[in-house]
């Protein structure tokens, strides 16, 4: 089994229009670092095609693809950096609970806001209570810090509530400030709130090797590794080495695959070759390395459902 417990959907009305320019000029700087032609008008063309997915269909059909029982959406609230999107964070949340209702037991999603949103606890409460949403997604990128003051009543209804938290860690795109993604201000959180379950997204990418040690202090804290896929397709025997040493610092229990899809689709690295690449660990890793069955399961779906439940059983 498979738990993808980091996904995104992208349609045109649910993100500003500079984080759609961004993006394209994301693909076109990795394309040209990965030897593939890369022109901009065709990036942003194929985008829209490729993304655009009201009701959650296209996400399903690539997950049986792939594999991938449950995935989580993490939606993103990026209004206040990048420019106010034509729907609103409450409009969004209820088209997305549309989706995960279309496809049950399939598709479910995290509640996502900027913390200086006025009005945003409520709605995260009533997120959860009644739309049945897993859980909070803050991406402290768009400008502010894990530990501000005003991030906490945030913290406050989740434990209230009883799920977990995810917030973007490490190196962002531009033009968001790497300042405020340190995974070392979830120090201050994961001992506020020793209760909560803190998932440090992307595995911090450059900061990896801190986070991974502060995970081993913590019992409360864990992180996913989503994101990664540049790196495994450029030099996969270095992807390996970095996911060894960080199973051996901080444990496969605190793992979890995420993809942060589908912008990875771009780059002909869709989630079909990521989920397959870790079941394959166990029998196709570099030599000097070895990776066992227990612990890809555990990372694969097993931290997932002790996180979320029985998720992904049909």
Not at 303 to 309: E, P, S, W, Y
């Amino acid at each position: 089994m498979v738990i993808d417990f980091h996904h995104h959907l992208f349609n045109r009305d649910w993100l500003p229009q500079k984080f759609w320019s961004d993006l394209v000029q994301r693909a076109v700087n990795v394309r040209r670092l990965n030897g593939q032609e890369a022109d901009p008008d065709a990036i942003a063309r194929g985008m829209s095609e490729m993304f655009e997915d009201q009701n959650g269909d296209r996400l399903a059909a690539d997950m049986d693809e792939a594999g991938i029982a449950y995935t989580l959406i993490m939606p993103l609230d990026l209004g206040l950096e990048l420019g106010e999107c034509p729907v609103s964070m409450e409009e969004k949340t209820r088209l997305i609970v549309e989706v995960t209702g279309r496809h049950p037991g399939k598709i479910g999603s995290f509640f996502g806001i900027d913390p200086r949103r006025a009005g945003g606890v409520e709605l995260f409460d009533r997120a959860v209570r009644q739309w049945g949403m897993k859980g909070l997604k803050l991406d402290p990128a768009a400008g502010f810090y894990p530990n501000e003051r005003l991030v906490y009543p945030y913290y406050e209804k989740a434990c209230e509530l009883g799920v977990p938290v995810l917030l973007h860690t490490g190196v962002a795109i531009p033009p968001f400030r790497n300042k405020y993604t340190d995974p070392i201000y979830l120090d201050d959180v994961t001992l506020d709130f020793p209760e909560l379950t803190v998932v440090a997204a992307h595995a911090s990418f450059g900061w990896w090797q801190q986070l991974a040690f502060l995970i081993s202090k913590k019992t409360n804290l864990v992180t996913d590794i989503s994101g990664w896929q540049p790196l495994a397709t450029r030099d996969y025997g270095l992807f390996c080495r970095y996911l060894r040493e960080m199973i051996s610092i901080a444990g496969a229990p605190n793992i979890l695959f995420a993809s942060d899809g589908p912008a990875f689709n771009l780059y002909d690295m869709r989630n079909q070759w990521w989920a397959g690449l870790f079941r394959d660990l166990p029998d196709k890793a570099p030599a000097g390395l070895t990776f066992t069955r227990e612990e890809v399961d555990l990372i694969l779906y097993q931290n997932a459902q002790r996180i979320l439940g029985p998720v992904g059983e049909g």
